[in-house]
């Protein structure tokens, strides 16, 4: 017999079951409390709304713990390949030597462009966007793939046919900004090492990343497989959730992805640490102007909506760069500052107490720098390494024979009873 909790409105007393996740995480079913009550629940910004039910991935935000499929994060960092990484997360389990050999297969043969996709570039000014770019690309990808999935291995082949050419129109518009020449995938090389060909390697001269370079981009690019409902992700449940294909959906997730507060924050922090240290400015006098309310100045890279403890995923990362600027003997000074920062933030009680620690983008972008990845691009390496996540969640939505259409509902707050006048007799005061 499940748990009830009981609420008491209008007089009347109503039965809610209580869910419990195989983490112990407790809810609230309140799916009835409309039929049964005529009320509904608000939660602006969705801070106490469970979206979902999902078996992908595992935060607790208190702990500072984060599992895909059960794994910790910390056992599958740097044991497990992005590609590894990818396939536990879209399909649930590690996978077998044969699992991996079939999907590395496909990601190699599913690596190149449609020709008539590559014109699509000439189409975007040279210094459009990246994100814009992609997203746009991702979606134009539908009008050229099999969308129809009925089972796992077709969603196999979309997942690499997804994944792998995300990756090739990545670099296709790296090199369509810089205005060198499109870099064709090559068949003997393995995911990410084809990604940095396809982005460093010119016509008379190939690229060959270092073991210790192709680590870190596979460790950067895992630790963004997934992250539960964040606002991309949940982006990519809402568009298929209408039976959107998974192009489209995921071409969703990725314009979700961009903003300063999601995905955008990688680039947001090296502008912030960039700014910091060409003015000068003592990083006691920052953190004093971020905690000042009115000057809208936020700590990039500081704060998560889940996260009330150290983002697992920020600790490795930190290793992970020294660890990189050591084997390519850098000093990255952005990379000091950061450390500055933080070192002051988290003994400020206004960070103490609002319980805000560094997250995943705080020092991912000194890995990317330390590769030679452009600012912009930043967002779009996120983007990548997310792929996995999106392709999973778009999956459970495919794959739930009871599924919905996402449908939220609002508290209306706005003119009651108003009607139509013909125009001459619209007369609106400055407020209005
Ligand atoms: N710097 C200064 N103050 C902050 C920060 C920050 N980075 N983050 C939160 N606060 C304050 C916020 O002003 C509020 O203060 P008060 O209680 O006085 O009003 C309090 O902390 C609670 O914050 P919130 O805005 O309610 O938190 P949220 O859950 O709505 O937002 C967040 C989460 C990640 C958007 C926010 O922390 C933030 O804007 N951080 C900076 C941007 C960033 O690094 N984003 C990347 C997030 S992790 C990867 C990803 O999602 O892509």
Not at 255 to 280: D, F, K, T, Y
Not at 321 to 348: F, G, R, W, Y
Not at 350 to 367: A, H, M, Q, W
């Amino acid at each position: 017999m499940s748990r009830m909790a009981k609420l008491e409105l209008d007089g009347k007393s109503y039965e809610l079951p209580i869910v419990e996740g195989t983490e112990k995480e407790l809810a609230i079913d309140i799916s009835s409390l409309r039929a049964q009550t005529g009320y509904i629940t608000l939660d602006d910004g969705y801070g106490n709304t469970g979206s979902c039910s999902s078996a992908i991935t595992f935060i607790d935000g208190d702990k500072g713990v984060l599992r895909y499929r059960g794994i910790p994060i910390e056992e599958i960092a740097g044991k497990s390949s992005f590609v590894e990484t990818a396939w536990l997360v879209i399909f649930g389990h590690l996978p077998t030597i044969e699992d991996r050999e079939r999907f590395s297969g496909l990601l190699t043969e599913s690596s190149r462009l449609d020709e008539s996709m590559r014109k699509h570039f000439e189409g975007f000014p040279p210094n459009g966007h990246p994100m814009a770019i992609l997203s746009a690309m991702i979606n134009a990808l539908s009008t050229h793939e099999p969308v129809v999935i009925d089972d796992d291995r077709d969603l196999e082949e979309a997942a690499a046919r997804l994944m792998s050419k995300v990756r090739t129109i990545a670099a296709a518009s790296y090199k369509a900004s810089v205005g060198e020449p499109i870099v064709y995938p090559r068949y003997d090389m393995k995911y990410v090492e084809n990604f940095l060909h396809m982005m460093f390697s010119v016509p008379y001269r190939d690229y060959e990343p270092t073991p210790e370079v192709s680590a870190a981009l596979n460790l950067f690019l895992a630790l963004h497989a997934d992250h539960e409902q964040n606002c991309s992700t949940s982006t990519v449940r809402m568009v298929a959730s209408s039976q959107a294909n998974m192009f489209a959906s995921c071409s969703a997730g990725v314009c979700a992805l961009w903003g300063p507060l999601h995905g955008g924050a990688n680039v947001a922090v090296i502008e912030m640490l960039e700014q910091i240290r060409e003015s000068g400015m003592p990083v006691s006098e920052y953190v004093a102007k971020v905690k000042d309310k009115q000057s809208g100045i936020k700590l990039m890279g500081f704060g998560h909506r889940v996260y009330r403890n150290f983002d697992p995923r920020s600790k490795i990362l930190r290793k992970a760069a020294d660890d990189l600027l050591a084997s390519m003997k850098i000093h990255d000074p952005l990379l000091d500052l950061a450390q500055e920062l933080a070192d002051v933030a988290l003994s400020d009680d206004y960070f103490v107490e609002r319980k805000l620690y560094p997250n995943v983008d705080f020092y991912s972008g000194t890995i990317l720098r330390a590769i030679g990845i452009p600012l912009n691009m930043f967002t779009v390496m996120f983007a990548i390494g997310r792929m996995p996540g999106w392709i999973a969640n778009w999956k459970e939505i495919h794959d739930d024979p009871k599924g919905r259409i996402y449908r939220p509902r609002q508290v209306y707050v706005g003119h009651t009873g108003e009607h139509w006048m013909p125009r001459e007799e619209r007369h609106y005061d400055e407020e209005d």
